[in-house]
Structure formats: structure tokens, C-alpha cells
T-cell receptor, first 110, second 113 residues
């Protein structure tokens, strides 16, 4: 069964304390892996798309990486404004729907 | 440069009633998705449109749920005989094609009493 899991469920960091969020997937024929950020009461906001193992993308304090089984979202020297829920999602070649993971709730404390 | 809009932002209805939720995608986006999100969970796929046709409706939970996109732009999600378990935030997203980044609306919070 196609599945996306994320860990940890929640993460609390001090400002400046770097860490990584994990997204594991069991999907055959991966077409793309997506990272989104969601603030309370809002729709998810697109961050990155990764298409193949070994690919990396960066944006400000965030860096996303992809292997054949998982993706990591690395957060370097986070700030309080990075507090949000980070969602991982995958699409596969045999259908067009997108499967989301449950998300990681990140809190960055000043 | 308008983003994806959804109306209403909040909808409270009584059990058994019919509701319609509207989504206006980004102009020119051919792909449109509907999701349902419960508190503390990720969005759950409901249906995907490519143009006017429903390319994948495998996520619709039962035949009380139906969605249309008659002119390939605005879409309406219709729920008949609402149940309390239908209470959730309904999200709409559009993209330039499958497996491309999606742009989400703010969602419609549906509460069934």
C-alpha cells in the first residue's frame, strides 16, 4: 500500500538549533516528492519538489534532500518565524493523485 | 496575481443538509485538486481534475460526495445528506499539471451539527 510517514510528529527547537525532519515513503514509481509548509488556519504553501534520488534543493534556512526511500528537510539556525507544520507529499507515475504525510509540527522558541 | 480562492470560508450546516463548496483556481491552471483535512492530520486526497474531467476520483469517500468543473476553471464540491463526520477543512489546490507544485486556497471549514 502506498504510504507516507513523517517523523517526529512534533519538534521543539531553540532559536539557532539546527535539526532535520524525516519523510519516509513506500511508493513504487515515484514521480515527485513535495514539501509544503502550513501555518495555522491557512492552506499549505509550496516549498520544494524533488524528482530523483540524490537531488537537493535549498531555500533560505531550508534544504531538502531525497533518497530512494526517504526525504529530509534540514533546517539550519531556525528562527521563530519558521514555526509551522511541515508536510511531505508524493505523486507516483501510475496515477495523478498526491498522497500527503501527517506532517511535523515545528516550534522554534526564541 | 490572484491565488486560489475558496468560498465560503466557513460553513455551518445541520446534519442531513446539502452543501456546496466553491473553488476558484489560479487562471490558466489545468489541474485542480480537492482535499479534506482533519485537525492534526495531513490533507486527504478526494478528487483530481485535469481540465473539465475528473481524472481520479478514487478519494471520494462515498456517493454523497460529488465534484464538478464544467468549464475547466471553477470547481464545486457537493456534499449531500451531510453527516457529523464530514466536519473538516476542505482544501482546494491548482497546478499547471500533474506532479507539479500545487497552490492551495485557504480552505472552507465545514461544521455539521
Amino acid at each position: 500500500e502506498d504510504q507516507v510517514t513523517q517523523s517526529p510528529e512534533a519538534l521543539r527547537l531553540q532559536e539557532g538549533e539546527s535539526s532535520s525532519l524525516n519523510c519516509s515513503y513506500t511508493v513504487s514509481g515515484l514521480r515527485g516528492l513535495f514539501w509544503y509548509r502550513q501555518d495555522p488556519g491557512k492552506g499549505p504553501e509550496f516549498l520544494f519538489t524533488l524528482y530523483s534520488a540524490g537531488e537537493e534543493k535549498e531555500k533560505e534556512r531550508l534544504k531538502a534532500t531525497l533518497t530512494k526511500k526517504e526525504s529530509f528537510l534540514h533546517i539550519t539556525a531556525p528562527k521563530p518565524e519558521d514555526s509551522a507544520t511541515y508536510l511531505c507529499a508524493v505523486s507516483k507515475t501510475s496515477y495523478d493523485k498526491v498522497i500527503f504525510g501527517p506532517g511535523t509540527s515545528l516550534s522554534v522558541i526564541p | 496575481g490572484a491565488g486560489v480562492s475558496q468560498t465560503p470560508s466557513n460553513k455551518v450546516t445541520e446534519k442531513g443538509k446539502y452543501v456546496e463548496l466553491r473553488c476558484d483556481p489560479i487562471s490558466g491552471h489545468t489541474a485542480l485538486y480537492w482535499y479534506r483535512q482533519s485537525l492534526g492530520q495531513g490533507p486527504e486526497f478526494l478528487i483530481y481534475f485535469q481540465g473539465t474531467g475528473a481524472a481520479d476520483d478514487s478519494g471520494l469517500p462515498n456517493d454523497r460526495f460529488f465534484a464538478v468543473r464544467p468549464e475547466g476553471s471553477v470547481s464545486t464540491l457537493k456534499i449531500q445528506r451531510t453527516e457529523r463526520g464530514d466536519s473538516a477543512v476542505y482544501l482546494c489546490a491548482s497546478s499547471s499539471g500533474p506532479a507539479r507544485e500545487q497552490y492551495f486556497g485557504p480552505g472552507t471549514r465545514l461544521t455539521v451539527t
